[in-house]
């Protein structure tokens, strides 16, 4: 049953040391506030699950955070490479990290198998292709009724998911819409599941077309969320491993609303949204975080 609580009290009884961790969510559903909360509680050895690692894993990954990564793709479409993911498996700094890839269709049938509590995802796939050179954990499996060669791959059964949704009601249902992506197979694979959310509401009146509730029931957390801060973001994209780390702990210790800060914070951080970004993948990451665009 799912509980309203803080972010931090989220994190601290949810997210061990050495726990298989699913920060899941597609664009505006990522859950960057869960990952720089883990961040600031400094969790260690985490295997990482996600489809499309972007930043909040780079950054948890630059962090020291990361033992073992499974995922399919690495990168930030539109923003740029994963500078500290490619340093751990080329240079081993921070430290080494163990990767596990596979293709989008493997993740999202693996996080299926695990909501339904089988033990391995079977589907059409990775016939030609070379994943299976890489990736021991590929498998090939004959249907008996048919004879036909099938993929074969573990369930992903995260000890505790994080996902992002816009709108939780008073009771703990969670409405989520836009591109739900793999948000609500990850919940119900999870053995904990916490959930970020934009605002609480009375009720869903106004549901989509396409969104998806997540019950109550299926929860352990609900949190009601601040806002992402675009410098974080921005300071993450410097290519210097001390000058982005060093700028990112300062961003994610500073209070979290304008509204915190005295009069001479606030002009400065007007006059640093105001000024023109040092490269192009700057000022598209300053224009995708900035209050206008939302």
């Known amino acids: ?7 931090a009290e989220a994190v601290a009884a949810h997210l061990n040391d050495g726990d298989a961790a699913a920060f899941e969510g597609f664009t505006h559903l990522i859950p960057h506030a869960a990952a720089h909360e883990a961040i600031r ?37 539109g923003v740029g490479l994963l500078r500290r993911m490619r340093d751990a498996i080329e240079n081993g ?7 596990v890839e596979h293709s989008h269709a493997a993740m999202a049938n693996a ?17 030609g292709a070379g994943l299976k050179a890489v990736n021991p954990e590929i498998r090939s499996v004959v249907c008996p009724f048919t004879g036909e060669e099938l993929a074969a791959v573990p369930a992903h059964r995260p000890d505790v998911a994080f996902i992002h949704a816009q709108k939780a009601n008073r009771r703990g249902d969670v409405l989520v819409e836009g591109i ?9 694979a999870a053995k904990r599941v916490v959930v ?53 702990g ?19 951080c007007r006059s640093r949204s105001l000024r023109r970004p040092r490269s192009r993948a700057q000022r598209r990451c300053a224009c995708l975080t900035s209050p206008q665009a939302k």
């Open 93 to 99: 700094w921070p430290r080494s990290i163990e990767t």
């Open 111 to 127: 996080y299926e198998a695990g909501a339904a509590g089988l033990p391995c995802a079977v589907f059409r796939g990775y016939l």
């Open 250 to 268: 300062q961003d994610l210790r500073r209070p979290r609303s304008v509204q915190n800060l005295d009069e001479g914070e606030r002009a400065r």
């Open 1 to 7: 049953m799912a509980k309203f609580v803080t972010l």
């Open 41 to 77: 509680q400094g969790r260690e050895d985490l295997t990482l699950i996600r489809m499309t690692p972007d930043i909040i894993y780079d950054q948890m990954i630059g962090m020291g955070m990361a033992r073992k990564v499974v995922f399919s793709y690495a990168g930030n479409p």
């Open 196 to 248: 970020t959310v934009e605002e609480v509401v009375e009720d869903f009146s106004d549901i989509g077309p396409n969104a998806c509730v997540l019950p109550h029931w299926a929860l352990t957390s609900v949190v009601k969320a601040a806002r992402r801060r675009a410098s974080v973001l921005r300071a993450w994209l410097l290519r210097s491993r001390q000058r982005g780390l060093s700028r990112m």
């Open 180 to 188: 739900i992506g793999v948000q609500k197979e990850a919940a119900l």
